[in-house]
């Protein structure tokens, strides 16, 4: 069966310090890959996309980026984090059109 | 472009009462649709989505909902609520054949009183 991890859980990171959370899939193979950020009290916000390795979409223009050097991994990357960054960060990933399956989050609090 | 609203950002309801959350949804094309649950600190789970076979979609934990075309609507709902209802519900949009264009709506937390 699939399964997708993310790390870390939580992450606590002064403002101006950089960022670098993973995602990483198993039992599947060309997944498409999905990162979003969950605000306090909003929905979920699409940040990045990717179809297949090194290919990345952007959703909006902000200090992240992300990566995928492997095919079942996902990387967000931020040089420097700004106190707007904070927030809950999940992976997701999709085959098919269908469904996205969620990893379990990682809240990160920039301070 | 797709885009779905969620009406009521909090619903309460007694245990054992009906539960029915709201959801309208815009697209231009043919619709994919999607009822997640997110327990705290955690990720979102799939309910039970809508891919354009029986209107009437069942799911899990005994939650179903009805594509209605001419209403633009795709409410969740449960005849009879349980303690471990108590989470947040996400629905979400899609447009047939490419869901890399996924939407959110900005969820309804509902509470379940004893």
């Known amino acids: 069966s699939q399964t997708i991890h993310q790390w870390p859980a939580t992450l606590v990171q002064p403002v101006g310090s950089p960022l670098s959370l993973e995602c990483t899939v198993e039992?599947?193979?060309?997944?498409?890959l999905y990162w979003y950020r969950q605000a306090a009290g909003r929905g979920l916000q699409l940040l990045f996309y990717s179809v297949g390795i090194g290919q990345i979409s952007s959703e909006v223009p902000q200090n992240l980026s992300a990566s995928r050097p492997q095919d079942r991994q996902f990387i967000l990357s931020s040089k420097k984090l700004l106190l707007s960054d904070s927030g809950f960060y999940l992976c997701?990933?999709?085959?098919?059109?269908?469904?996205?399956?969620f990893g379990p989050g990682t809240r990160l609090t920039v301070l | 472009a797709q885009s779905v609203t969620q009406l009521g950002s909090h619903v309460s309801v007694s245990e054992g009462a009906l539960v029915l959350l709201r959801c309208n949804y815009s697209?231009?094309?043919?619709?994919?649709l999607f009822w997640y649950v997110q327990y705290p600190n955690q990720g979102l789970q799939l309910l039970l989505k809508y891919t354009s076979a029986a209107t009437l979609v069942k799911g899990i934990n005994g939650f179903e909902a009805e594509f209605k075309k001419s209403e633009t609507s795709f409410h969740l709902t449960k005849p009879s609520a349980h303690m471990s209802d108590a989470a947040e519900y996400f629905c979400?949009?899609?447009?047939?054949?490419?869901?890399?264009?996924?939407?959110f709506g900005a969820g309804t937390r509902l509470t379940v009183k004893p």
């Open positions: 979400a949009v899609s447009a047939f054949l490419n869901n890399n264009d996924m939407r």
């Open positions: 039992g599947t193979s060309n997944p498409n």
């Open positions: 997701a990933w999709s085959v098919y059109n269908n469904e996205q399956f």
């Open positions: 697209s231009s094309v043919p619709p994919y």
